[in-house]
Structure formats: structure tokens, C-alpha cells
């Protein structure tokens, strides 16, 4: 029987194996939707200690089937201090294994199915009117859609065994000597780097093994380099990241790196153990079934799923001792002056536990806002080129725009109805002075993004710095320990010309300066002039409501709360 390549090979593969990754990304999607943020919060309660790092690792991965979500929750969480490197170390471990608890998942014999739950959970999908229904129905239609692809693959694939020139290839692709085995592991290791996915590599191998192309062995080395080649993309998912991000990466890659050094010697030995294992798991992976009169190997994606789960599993058994040797080292990897900067992203204060107690939750709010003002005013050291400083005033800023939504939502859900008014009345001077925060923040990211993109000459440089160090003078009144060290001199003579003086300075520069640079200065002026408005402002708002007053009644009153539960007296608590 003639073969049409177009028709029979190519249209099914293609389609297959498109189907097969764009189901992965539905179902990763969807319980990232549903989950993530959940999981985030497991992860950094159970990640304690490097056992717990590890199960949680396994637990999370397994659940999002995202390996590169679970990166960057990691690496958010070791930033912010939550998580030290050594359980995120563990975690990453855990990650290895949670990802290959997929690849057992796309083993399972549900091809046929596939289509027409994908077109069950597509209907739900398309006319739910609940964002948690739909994201559901997302989760499970990508579900089914892997095993779709990996059917439509499968069946693809097969008519390849009649092309005499396809199999003379193959038969060189054939694990059967430790030559073959890493010529065959290095292949599958490329080819996971440029499709970026090592469940699709594996996949498309189940599809070869089942349909008798590649012998069950051989479908085995190439999942184990596919476990090689995803190292590369968790480093180039890395380069733009952060540097424990990089380290992250590097953990994954020296994880992977040694356990396929280890196995290769020991790849024959561990084939015997798993084809004794099979007998648990089907039988021979070698012996064919037939499926309307052609022979198929539906044993073949059993084994790879398996072995590839086991593999990481024995990896993780045998570096986990060694994980304080991999924070030593990856400690060091590339450590700079910048990293030591704090990441103002995430909050240091705000903890949830403290969030239905109002005397705790309170000063916790305001050190987050004083850590705040604190990021807004590293602008003016990016602004004077501190080699200390953020060296990007844009992602710096992002940074603090994150912070200031965090601090906004926690001091909004202190809210209650059963709160007196004064206590209202803090709440809303607090949201009031965190929106001030942020538009000073902003209007500092102008001042820095203005003077680093713009350079100065000789006549104008003088102006600039005398508008930076006003701007540093004026914060002093809202952060007396940051700024300009104290004058020498007597109150009183030391002063800083003010905006109005800087700006005919400025005007009066002439031939000294080209247009686009006074140009540049007068908005620098304006942008400061609207920071110290905002200080001033932000200084009037602490003063606005007796904030120490209102604490002390809060923890009287918490405290005979307490009292009164503690006695088993139900006497009401006297009124304010």
C-alpha cells in the first residue's frame, strides 16, 4: 500500500503534536488560574526545611504541570525572605520529580477519548458564566487534548515502519551500545532545547515507541535526554531574571547534569530492574498488540513514563544530601554589590496573621510605608549614579508599584463594620498616606529617569545636583535618618535655592546649554517641585489624626476583650 507522506504522516504529526502542547498550555493555564496563588502561600508555609521543601516541590509541580511557574514562585519567595535558598534548593528537587508526575499521566491509554471530552469541556468552557467553572473546564480540556495529540501522533507516526529509509535512519538511533545510548541522549536533548518542552520531546517518543518505530529501549534514552535538554530552557528562561532566579536555573541544571552522568553506566542495569517492574505495569513493553490488524506497543509510553518518574526520584535520593554544598556554592555563583540591594517587591511587614488584630496590624502597615518611602527615595541615588543602586530605574519602579498595591489591598481589608470611627479614620489616613507614597514614588522615578537619560554639560550639571540635593534636604522631614548628612554650620544657614531660583538659572544658561537640555532641567524641576508638594502633603496626613491615641484605645480594647473571654465574663466592654 502506498504511503501519501503529506496525508498520512505529516497532517497527523504536526496537528498531533500542536494539539498535544497547546493541551499542556490549557491545562497549566487553568489550575495556574485556579491555584497558583494558593499554592504560592502552601508553598511558603511548607517549605520550612529542605524534606518539606522537597514534598512540597513534588505536590505543587504535580498539581500546575509548570515547572517554570514554579521557578518564578521560588525565586519570588527566596527574594522576599520567606524562603531560604537551601529549602528553595529542595524545592527545585521536588520540582524535577512533580514535572515527570505529568509524563505518567500521558502514559495512560485515553487516545480515543480525547477528542470527545476535549469537545464536552470546550462547550462548558465557551458558555459558563463562572470564571471558576470556565477555569476548570480549561484545565480539563487541555487534559483531554493530550491524549488527543498523542493519539493523532501515534497514528502517524506508524506508517513510517513501511518506509525502508526511515527505519535504515533509525536503526542508527538505537540504544544498544553506551556509544548509541549518549549519541541518543544528546539527540533528544537538542531537540527538547528547541521546542522548549520536555513533555512534548517525551511525547512524541511515547508516539514512536507505540507505533513499533523505535524499540522500547531506545524511547527510554531519549526521556532521559529529555530531562537533559529542559535544563537549557529553564537557563534561557533565566537570563533576563534575577540573580537567585539565575541560581535557581543552575540548581536545575547541575541536578540534571550529574543524575545523567550517574545513570548513562548504570543505564543497562536499570533497564533489567524496569523490565522486571513492568511485569507490575502490563507485561513486555516489547511484545506488540494488535489494533485493527496492525501492530501496536501500547506498553512503550508505560515504560517511559515510569523510568523518566523513577529517574528523577533516584536523582533527587542521591544529591539531597548534599543540598548545604549546593547553597554553598550556588551562594557565590555571580554575587555582586547590586544583589545585595533589597527587593521591594514583596512585603517584609504585612503578614496576614496580624491582619484581624488592629494594634498589631497598624505599625506593621506603617513600616511597610516607611519601607516604601524608603524604595522611593533609592531614585535619587540612581539618580546621582550610586554604583549601589538599582541599575534600572524602570524595573526599580515596578518594584514599588507592586509594594504600593499590596499595601493598599492589606490596610483596605482591615475595614470592619464593627469598628468605632476612629478607628475608620486611621484606616482611611493610612490609605490616604500609602496613595501619597506612591505618587512620590513616581514623580522620583521621573526625577531619576530624566537625569540618566539625558547627559549634562559643565554649566548645567551644577543645577541638576542643586535640585537633587534640595529634594534629599526635603525628605528629611518625612525620613529624618535619610538624606544629606546634618549641616555643620548653625540652624538657619544652611539653605538650598528653590525651584523658582533653579529654573531662571536654567533659562539664563543660553549658548551654555542646547534646548533639549534646559528642556530636560525645567521638567526635572517640575517633577521635583511636585515631590515636595507630596512630602509636605504626606507629612500633614501623619499629623492628621492622633495615631499613637488610637492604638493605645485599640490594645485597651483588645486587651479586656481578652480578659473578659479569658474570665468566661460576657460583660459588655465599655464604650469609647
Not at 530552557?233 to 537570563?239: D, E, V
Not at 491582619?355 to 535619587?380: C, S, W, Y
Amino acid at each position: 500500500m502506498e504511503i501519501d507522506i503529506f496525508k498520512d504522516v505529516l497532517v497527523p504529526v504536526i496537528g498531533g503534536l500542536g494539539i498535544f502542547m497547546l493541551g499542556l498550555e490549557f491545562m497549566a493555564n487553568g489550575i495556574q488560574a485556579l491555584s497558583v496563588n494558593k499554592m504560592r502561600e502552601f508553598l511558603a508555609k511548607a517549605a520550612g526545611t529542605p524534606v518539606k521543601g522537597v514534598l512540597a516541590g513534588t505536590f505543587i509541580t504535580g498539581v500546575i504541570q509548570s515547572s517554570t511557574a514554579m521557578t518564578v514562585m521560588v525565586v519570588g519567595l527566596v527574594n522576599a525572605g520567606v524562603v531560604g535558598l537551601r529549602p528553595a534548593i529542595s524545592v527545585i528537587m521536588g520540582a524535577n520529580i512533580g514535572t515527570t508526575l505529568g509524563n505518567g499521566l500521558i502514559a495512560l491509554p485515553l487516545g480515543p477519548l480525547g477528542l470527545i471530552l476535549g469537545g464536552v469541556f470546550a462547550l462548558v468552557y465557551c458558555f459558563a458564566k463562572n470564571e471558576k467553572v470556565r477555569n476548570i473546564a480549561l484545565a480539563c480540556m487541555g487534559f483531554a487534548l493530550i491524549f488527543y495529540g498523542l493519539n493523532l501522533m501515534t497514528g502517524g507516526l506508524r506508517p513510517l515502519r513501511n518506509l525502508p529509509e526511515v527505519m535504515e535512519l533509525l536503526q542508527t538511533l538505537k540504544a544498544d551500545s553506551y556509544f548509541n545510548l549518549v549519541k541518543c541522549v544528546l539527540i533528544a536533548a537538542g531537540v527538547t532545547a528547541m521546542i522548549h518542552s520536555s513533555s512534548a520531546t517525551i511525547g512524541i517518543v511515547m508516539g514512536l515507541g507505540a507505533a513499533g518505530i523505535l524499540d522500547w529501549t531506545t524511547a527510554v534514552a531519549f526521556s532521559l535526554g529529555a530531562d537533559l535538554g529542559t535544563t537549557i530552557t529553564s537557563w534561557m528562561a533565566s537570563l533576563n531574571l534575577s540573580k537567585n532566579a539565575k541560581r535557581a536555573a543552575y540548581a536545575h541544571i547541575s541536578f540534571n547534569i550529574i543524575g545523567v552522568c550517574i545513570t548513562v553506566p548504570l543505564f543497562f542495569a536499570s533497564i533489567g530492574i524496569l523490565e522486571w517492574a513492568m511485569q507490575w505495569f502490563g507485561g513486555d513493553p516489547a511484545v506488540p498488540v494488535l489494533v485493527d490488524g496492525k501492530e501496536t506497543f501500547p506498553l512503550v509510553p508505560v515504560a517511559v513514563g515510569l523510568y523518566s518518574t523513577f529517574f528523577n526520584i533516584f536523582n533527587t535520593l542521591l544529591l539531597f544530601p548534599f543540598i548545604g554544598v549546593f547553597e554553598r556554592v550556588l551562594s557565590r555563583v555571580g554575587r555582586t554589590d547590586e544583589e545585595d540591594i533589597e527587593d521591594y517587591s514583596t512585603p517584609r511587614f504585612l503578614d496576614r496573621k496580624l491582619a484581624n488584630d488592629f494594634a498589631q496590624a497598624v505599625p506593621a502597615i506603617q513600616k511597610e510605608t516607611a519601607r516604601h518611602l524608603q524604595a522611593g527615595a533609592m531614585f535619587l541615588n540612581i539618580a546621582r549614579g550610586d554604583k549601589k543602586a538599582p541599575s534600572d530605574p524602570g524595573e526599580h519602579y515596578l518594584a514599588t508599584d507592586i509594594l504600593s498595591r499590596d499595601i493598599r489591598l492589606y490596610t483596605s481589608n482591615l475595614m470592619k463594620e464593627d469598628l468605632p470611627y476612629d478607628q475608620l479614620d486611621l484606616i482611611a489616613s493610612l490609605i490616604e498616606e500609602a496613595d501619597f507614597t506612591a505618587a512620590l514614588t513616581e514623580s522620583m522615578h521621573q526625577v531619576a529617569r530624566r537625569v540618566k537619560r539625558e547627559k549634562f554639560g559643565a554649566e548645567a550639571r551644577p543645577i541638576v545636583d542643586a535640585g537633587l540635593n534640595k529634594l534629599d534636604a526635603t525628605l528629611r522631614s518625612i525620613m529624618p535618618d535619610y538624606g544629606l548628612a546634618d549641616p555643620q554650620m548653625p540652624a538657619g544657614h544652611a539653605n538650598h535655592p528653590d525651584v523658582e531660583e533653579l529654573r531662571a538659572r536654567t533659562l539664563s544658561l543660553g549658548p551654555n546649554a542646547g534646548a533639549a537640555e534646559r528642556g530636560t532641567i525645567l521638567a526635572l524641576l517640575g517633577s521635583i517641585e511636585r515631590a515636595e508638594i507630596l512630602i509636605r502633603r504626606i507629612d500633614a496626613e501623619r499629623k492628621s489624626v492622633n495615631r499613637q491615641s488610637v492604638l493605645a484605645r485599640a490594645s485597651v480594647r483588645r486587651e479586656t476583650r481578652d480578659q473578659s473571654m479569658g474570665s468566661g465574663s460576657f460583660s459588655p466592654v465599655p464604650a469609647e
